[in-house]
T-cell receptor
Framework: NAGVTQTPKFRVLKTGQSMTLLCAQD?????MYWYRQDPGMGLRLIHY???????AKGEVPDGYNVSRLKKQNFLLGLESAAPSQTSVYFC???????????????FGPGTRLTVT | AQKITQTQPGMFVQEKEAVTLDCTYDTSDPSYGLFWYKQPSSGEMIFLIY??????QNATEGRYSLNFQKARKSANLVISASQLGDSAMYFC???????????FGTGTRLQVFP
């Protein structure tokens, strides 16, 4: 049971290049999330998914796209990278939230992306 | 909308002492959950403790307890008997039951010294 894994762990891009970050979970979670973490700003939600084939915008979605073709995978794409997208990216997953209850999110190890 | 405020950017505590990390929140939703996560220098996010807005008793998990004061909208984390391995960033977060979004505070860096 690997939990939540992220690929790659580190990446350096030049402005205008594109890339895809892969998140995989083996816990059969319905929900998956992408966050970015910047110094002094905590984690901010980029996009999330409540199930296979669904995606929704979070707090800071501009410049990113996502896809959830398989339940266990959640992809984050940068079509044209900008220096402002230099950050640490975290993927997370959780069980389906039930009315009156809540579940913690399980996080991946993070991807450190630098855009020059 | 929900908001979390963590006013302590950094805290120091001596080993074996207790420490309280402050968290206040703002929400108009009547049903919500409060979470605390730990982020050590290695970078991973580790879930510590959860408190639901309707829970009558304060949550406890080992050395962690959550001092939940609903009227004051505070959810402070108390770590008892601090250990050197507790040195890390600590994040408070909130999620309303009727939303899918977890909102984080800016974190508090805790340093435990011998």
């Amino acid at each position: 049971n690997a939990g939540v894994t992220q690929t790659p762990k580190f990446r350096v891009l030049k402005t205008g290049q594109s890339m895809t970050l892969l998140c995989a979970q083996d816990m059969n979670h319905e929900y998956m999330y992408w966050y970015r973490q910047d110094p002094g700003m905590g984690l901010r939600l980029i996009h999330y998914s409540v199930g296979e084939g669904t995606t929704a915008k979070g707090e800071v979605p501009d410049g990113y796209n996502v896809s959830r073709l398989k339940k266990q995978n959640f992809l984050l794409g940068l079509e044209s990278a900008a220096p402002s997208q230099t950050s640490v990216y975290f993927c997370a997953s959780s069980y389906l939230t039930l009315s009156g209850g809540d579940y913690e999110q399980y996080f991946g190890p993070g991807t450190r992306l630098t855009v020059t | 909308a929900q908001k979390i405020t963590q006013t302590q950017p950094g805290m120091f505590v001596q080993e074996k002492e207790a420490v309280t990390l402050d968290c206040t929140y703002d929400t108009s939703d009547p049903s919500y959950g409060l979470f605390w996560y730990k982020q050590p220098s290695s970078g991973e996010m580790i879930f510590l403790i959860y408190q639901g807005s309707y829970d009558q008793q304060n949550a406890t998990e080992g050395r962690y307890s959550l001092n939940f004061q609903k009227a004051r909208k505070s959810a402070n984390l108390v770590i008892s008997a601090s250990q050197l391995g507790d040195s890390a960033m600590y994040f408070c977060a909130i999620k309303a039951y009727n939303t899918d979004k977890l909102i984080f505070g800016t974190g508090t860096r805790l340093q435990v010294f011998p």
